[in-house]
Every structure is written in structure tokens, then in C-alpha cells.
T-cell receptor
Framework: DGGITQSPKYLFRKEGQNVTLSCEQNLNHDAMYWYRQDPGQGLRLIYYSQIVNDFQKGDIAEGYSVSREKKESFPLTVTSAQKNPTAFYLC????????????FGPGTRLTVL | QQQVKQSPQSLIVQKGGISIINCAYENTAFDYFPWYQQFPGKGPALLIAIRPDVSEKKEGRFTISFNKSAKQFSLHIMDSQPGDSATYFCAAIYLRTGGGNKLTFGTGTQLKVEL
């Protein structure tokens, strides 16, 4: 059963704590992405990675960090420097042959108390 | 700076009616325009997409109309059904070799289809 998995579905953290969101894909896709979704603002790109051990900042990278040590995995860390971290976080991936099609995971809803 | 503007923000349509969502873009380098459908608590799913060299694409009840000169494109849902109730996002992308293409999303339209 191929796809993208994100865990956990819901995450609660205290203000000032770093938290890491998991994203795993078994689609053999080269590129992976992290988006943030807020009501009324659509999806905004945080970071993306075209290949293992390489990643680039998106439009709203401040306060976030990522790593890409394996092709299948692209974890996102929300640091204490992110001023407003409460949001719905979506991970996506795309393959080399049909790079225009991004497939999304089910998302993680992060609430910072 | 919002490069893809979407309207309306919300839409209520009667069952069997036509739902129309509009988007406008600014960057003429965009060369692929997908629409995504998102149900509450789920990730978006690709619904239909169009390239700027065609003016219309139809898949079942879903049609994209594209006006390159006006830099506008729209989604039409014919015979709208309650199961179509979801949030719809238009998006734009410019394709580059090697993948890692960045999607720019509109702000979304919350569609409700009433019985």
C-alpha cells in the first residue's frame, strides 16, 4: 500500500519546546515538501528537498528546520523560534517522471499551548 | 505577495447545480495549473490539472477553463453533489528539470452543496 504517512495526527506541545513532525513515503519519490496550512491562507511552502542530503528554504522557513538523510524520510522540526507554530502541517512528495504532481500526506495538527 | 488569487472564499450550491471557482495568476512563467480537493482533516488530493496550451479540460463532472491572455482559470463542477462538499485549492507551478517544483496555492474555496 503505497503512500505518504505523517505522524502523529495530533500533537500538543508547550510553548518554547522544539517538536519534530514525521513524514515517510514509500512511493520512491525523489522530491519531498513541507507545507503549513492556516485558515484563509491556503498552503505555504516551508522547505523542500529534491534529493537526499539536500534541501532548500521555501517561503516561510524561519523557525523551522529539516533533514533529508534517507530518500523515504523528511522530518520537520518546529523550533521555539517559530512565533506562531499552531497550524496544520502537510508533507508532500513528487516523482521525477511526473514532477508536476505532488501527493500529500494526511497531515499533522500541531497545537502549542 | 500572493501570486495566485482565488475567489470566492466560500460557496453554497444546491444539489444538481453548477459550482464555479475562479483563480487569477500573475507570474507568466507558470506552466501547469492543478486543482486540489481537500476534505476536513485530510491532505489535499489532486483533482484535475491543465497546461496553458489548451483552453479547456474536462474529466467527468469537473472542467477547467483557462484564459491565458487574461491570466485566469476556473473550475466548474457540473451536477454538484453533497459529496463534493470540500475545500478546493487552485495552484500554479513552473516546471523545471530535475523535479522539486514549487506549487503556489490560492487561498481556497469552501464549497457546500445542499440538498
Amino acid at each position: 500500500d503505497g503512500g505518504i504517512t505523517q505522524s502523529p495526527k495530533y500533537l500538543f506541545r508547550k510553548e518554547g519546546q522544539n517538536v519534530t513532525l514525521s513524514c515517510e513515503q514509500n512511493l520512491n519519490h525523489d522530491a519531498m515538501y513541507w507545507y503549513r496550512q492556516d485558515p484563509g491562507q491556503g498552503l505555504r511552502l516551508i522547505y523542500y528537498s529534491q534529493i537526499v542530503n539536500d534541501f532548500q528554504k521555501g517561503d516561510i522557513a524561519e523557525g523551522y528546520s529539516v533533514s533529508r538523510e534517507k530518500k523515504e524520510s523528511f522530518p520537520l522540526t518546529v523550533t521555539s523560534a517559530q512565533k506562531n507554530p499552531t497550524a496544520f502541517y502537510l508533507c508532500a512528495s513528487s516523482g521525477r517522471l511526473r514532477s508536476n504532481e505532488q501527493f500529500f500526506g494526511p497531515g499533522t495538527r500541531l497545537t502549542v499551548l | 505577495q500572493q501570486q495566485v488569487k482565488q475567489s470566492p472564499q466560500s460557496l453554497i450550491v444546491q444539489k444538481g447545480g453548477i459550482s464555479i471557482i475562479n483563480c487569477a495568476y500573475e507570474n507568466t512563467a507558470f506552466d501547469y495549473f492543478p486543482w486540489y480537493q481537500q476534505f476536513p482533516g485530510k491532505g489535499p488530493a489532486l483533482l484535475i490539472a491543465i497546461r496553458p496550451d489548451v483552453s479547456e479540460k474536462k474529466e467527468g463532472r469537473f472542467t477547467i477553463s483557462f484564459n491565458k491572455s487574461a491570466k485566469q482559470f476556473s473550475l466548474h463542477i457540473m451536477d454538484s453533489q453533497p459529496g463534493d462538499s470540500a475545500t478546493y485549492f487552485c495552484a500554479a507551478i513552473y516546471l523545471r528539470t530535475g523535479g522539486g517544483n514549487k506549487l503556489t496555492f490560492g487561498t481556497g474555496t469552501q464549497l457546500k452543496v445542499e440538498l
